[in-house]
């Protein structure tokens, strides 16, 4: 499937990335987080993937700290996952977090979240520590995943 990743362009980007939210997480962000968060672009960057056929297909949230990126967000739309778009953004992540000066990535996922863990796990990251009931409905532990020197490939 062809597909192409950019930075977050404006307010139907926003609704798109609210909708994959929707679609992806029992606790999705709201309108009112990320408008917090887009108040310091230096520090936060938003990618959104597009197809041919839809706007917001995917996208990933993450900050960049220091020489540290933390992803805060990455979701896709569920008919565009498993298909290697997913793996696709965050080689586009990483690279781009390694072109601002980034050695490190780190980010918490669902101790449950199976599909999650096997692409980050693919892309060199690894378990550092577990956060008790991180997430809510359901409570569940969060993973600490590292990874070092977040170049793509």
């Avoid at 550092?128 to 977040?150: G, H, K, M, Q």
Wanted: contains cysteine; hydrophobic residues 45%; negative net charge.
């Amino acid at each position: 499937m062809h597909y192409w990743i950019e930075a977050l362009n404006g307010d139907a980007d926003l609704d798109g990335i609210l909708e994959v939210e929707a679609e992806s997480f029992t606790n999705p962000w709201t309108r009112e987080m990320y408008a917090w968060e887009l108040q310091n672009r230096s520090v936060c960057h938003i990618l959104v993937v597009r197809t041919a056929e839809c706007p917001v297909a995917g996208f990933c949230a993450f900050w960049l700290v220091f020489d540290e990126i933390h992803i805060n967000n990455l979701a896709m739309r569920p008919h565009f996952r498993a298909q290697g778009i997913g793996t696709g953004l965050l080689h586009h992540v990483l690279a781009e977090a390694k072109e601002l000066g980034a050695r490190r990535a780190t980010l918490e996922v669902r101790a449950s979240n199976e599909g999650a863990r096997r692409l980050y796990e693919r892309l060199g990251f690894y378990v550092a520590a577990t956060r008790r009931n991180y997430y809510s409905n359901p409570v569940e532990d969060a993973l600490i995943l590292w990874r070092d020197e977040p170049v793509a490939g």
